[in-house]
């Protein structure tokens, strides 16, 4: 034994005569420690699942003005809060909602609605191809390569095409 663990040695031999409740003194509890610590390592794959299933049941009696002060949440909103939230509707949302609840025969359609009427009568798509295109450049973010599946099918009627020349020809 060195010099310098001598008075490391000393402390805990007083140390183990100390009293401790119900087991008596220290010496006494770590015993039992080191023993109940070998008959608990089998079980130890399920300490976590039995805390979060304890937690699951003691969670919901916590009072919630303790886990405001805590800040574990945060504090709801009131009325007023909420009717501050304003939401702002562009002509054709605004349009929709006025006419969600109407029967067809309370329906009247929109400005649009009656342009594109007048023009699919005479055969003209323009309006409807304007807000296809509008929406196909809002829907693809360049760089993205999500068309995989198209591009294949592209290629696919890219090869049937050749080999229909290719029968023409040797019809010829």
Known sequence: MSIASAPLNMILRHA???PFPIFGTVATVTQWARHSSRSLYPGIGWALPA?????????????????????ITKASKTADE????????????????????????DFKPSVKDLQVQ??????ITTTLEN????FISRAIKPGEDD???DDDDDDDEDEDDEEEVDEDEDEE
């Open 16 to 18: 183990a005569n100390v």
């Open 51 to 71: 805390i979060v299933g304890g937690m699951w049941f003691i969670w919901p009696a916590v009072d919630p003005e303790w886990k405001l002060e805590m800040g």
């Open 82 to 105: 909420i009717k501050e939230i304003s939401l702002t509707f562009d002509e054709d949302a605004q349009w929709a909602i006025a006419n969600a609840h109407k029967t067809p025969e």
């Open 118 to 123: 007048k023009e699919m009568r005479r055969g």
């Open 131 to 134: 807000e296809w295109d509008t």
């Open 147 to 149: 068309d995989d599946d």
